[in-house]
């Protein structure tokens, strides 16, 4: 079985992705593997996402019409104390998700919740359908 990820715009698919190592070349696999390891940024964002008080942020600044807020909002609307805030917000500064526009403000930056969703939104989408999708196979090969 084939499984791949398609990227598609207007019907026309711009970018597929073999789920399945045995689908790629060993040199294509361990190219990709090697440029995972050197780009940071996943590592930052999975950072991000471990931790619920980021989360609870980002979500906020997602949200957000001008997808700002300040440092009161955050104490206000999601209860944390000022040394949390700085501190999370530091973290998702140094993972390029966050900025600071002025003093007692916070931006999310350009393309940061693109990345946010993209890592969080629609991958949890895909490996939840594939896990299902993986468990009912194995439920019909175990009952034959």
């Not at 940061?112 to 594939?130: D, E, I, P, Q, T």
Request: hydrophobic share 40%; aromatic share 6%; charged share 30%.
């Amino acid at each position: 079985m084939s499984v791949k990820l398609r990227l598609v715009k207007d019907e026309q698919v711009l970018l597929e992705v073999p789920l399945s190592p045995d689908e790629w070349s060993k040199e294509d696999l361990m190219h990709e593997l090697t440029e995972s390891r050197r780009e940071n940024y996943h590592r930052d964002i999975w950072e991000v996402l471990a931790n619920e008080r980021r989360t609870h942020m980002m979500m906020h600044l997602m949200n957000d019409t001008d997808h700002t807020a300040s440092f009161k909002e955050f104490q206000d609307e999601l209860g944390m104390n000022p040394k949390s805030i700085r501190e999370h917000a530091m973290v998702l500064h140094r993972c390029g998700l966050l900025s600071y526009p002025r003093r007692g403000s916070y931006r999310l930056q350009h393309r940061a919740g693109l990345r946010f969703m993209v890592l969080n939104v629609a991958l949890r989408r895909v490996l939840r359908y594939m896990m299902e999708s993986y468990s009912e196979k194995a439920e019909v090969v175990k009952n034959v």
